[in-house]
């Protein structure tokens, strides 16, 4: 699979739900940060485990979103492109019951690997939505920079770790809970629940994608204006 081209569609799409980027923390960035270069093993060996257990693709193929809870099931979500003339797009959804992190030996309560089950589902995403999201993940990762001192105590141990790949691009952020980094994660969960859904249920779920994905756009543009 190929991943997917770059197109920018900015606007409100007919009939989308309307949505808001909720407000900047100031503790926080508003921007991605780095992915630790020099993670040390143990975190290299849940790297490892947990791109396998959720069926992520190599690092370049396609967009991906992590998400990383400090306790419960991490969860992936994938966009790939389809070859060939006339390519679709598909969403796929992973989600692991319980904590892949707690499964490994060395961080169970006995010592000893714990059984993972992964749920996997697949849904088509229209071309156009699928552009305007990749749109909006790529502008987020070019954005990626180290955090100033003020912002740099923004992480915690009881939370989640979200990380975006996109074009050998990569980013990270904790636990956001209002500006850029919020609507670009409400936007995950939106892709997410529209993977989740039943089918006569997704035309409805798209409307709170695309909304999601105008609320991101808008905050940016602002946040870019001339002061």
């Given at each position: 699979?190929?991943?997917?081209?770059?197109?920018?569609?900015?606007?409100?799409c007919?009939?989308q739900?309307?949505?808001e980027?909720?407000?900047?923390?100031?503790?926080?960035?508003?921007?991605?940060?780095?992915?630790?270069?020099?993670?040390?093993?143990?975190h290299?060996?849940?790297?490892?485990?947990?791109?396998?257990?959720?069926?992520?693709?190599?690092?370049?193929?396609?967009?991906?979103?992590?998400?990383?809870?400090?306790?419960?099931?991490?969860?992936?979500?994938?966009?790939?492109?389809?070859?060939?003339?006339?390519?679709?797009?598909?969403?796929?959804?992973?989600?692991?019951?319980?904590?892949?992190?707690?499964?490994?030996?060395?961080?169970?309560?006995?010592?000893?690997?714990?059984?993972?089950?992964v749920?996997?589902?697949?849904?088509?995403?229209?071309?156009?939505?699928?552009?305007?999201?990749?749109?909006?993940w790529?502008?987020?990762?070019?954005?990626?920079?180290?955090?100033?001192?003020?912002?740099e105590?923004?992480?915690?141990?009881?939370?989640e770790?979200?990380e975006?790949?996109?074009h050998?691009m990569?980013?990270?952020?904790?636990?956001?809970?209002?500006?850029?980094?919020?609507?670009?994660?409400?936007?995950?969960?939106?892709?997410?629940?529209?993977?989740?859904?039943?089918?006569?249920?997704?035309?409805?779920?798209l409307?709170?994608?695309?909304?999601?994905?105008?609320?991101?756009?808008?905050?940016?543009?602002?946040?870019?204006a001339?002061?």
């Amino acid at each position: 699979m190929a991943f997917l081209g770059l197109v920018l569609l900015v606007g409100r799409c007919p009939g989308q739900d309307e949505a808001e980027v909720p407000k900047r923390q100031v503790d926080q960035p508003d921007h991605l940060v780095p992915i630790d270069p020099y993670p040390g093993d143990w975190h290299e060996s849940y790297a490892k485990l947990y791109r396998k257990t959720l069926q992520l693709p190599e690092p370049g193929e396609a967009a991906v979103m992590v998400y990383m809870p400090s306790f419960s099931g991490e969860e992936g979500l994938v966009i790939h492109e389809t070859e060939g003339k006339d390519p679709s797009f598909i969403l796929i959804h992973t989600r692991a019951d319980r904590n892949i992190w707690y499964s490994m030996p060395e961080n169970s309560d006995d010592g000893k690997p714990k059984r993972v089950v992964v749920t996997r589902r697949e849904a088509p995403l229209p071309a156009e939505t699928a552009w305007r999201v990749c749109r909006l993940w790529e502008r987020m990762l070019r954005g990626v920079r180290y955090p100033i001192p003020a912002e740099e105590d923004s992480t915690g141990l009881d939370g989640e770790t979200i990380e975006f790949w996109r074009h050998n691009m990569y980013g990270t952020t904790w636990s956001p809970e209002g500006g850029a980094l919020r609507g670009l994660l409400d936007l995950g969960r939106a892709l997410a629940d529209y993977c989740e859904v039943s089918e006569d249920k997704r035309a409805a779920t798209l409307k709170t994608v695309q909304g999601r994905c105008q609320a991101l756009e808008r905050y940016l543009e602002v946040k870019a204006a001339p002061r």
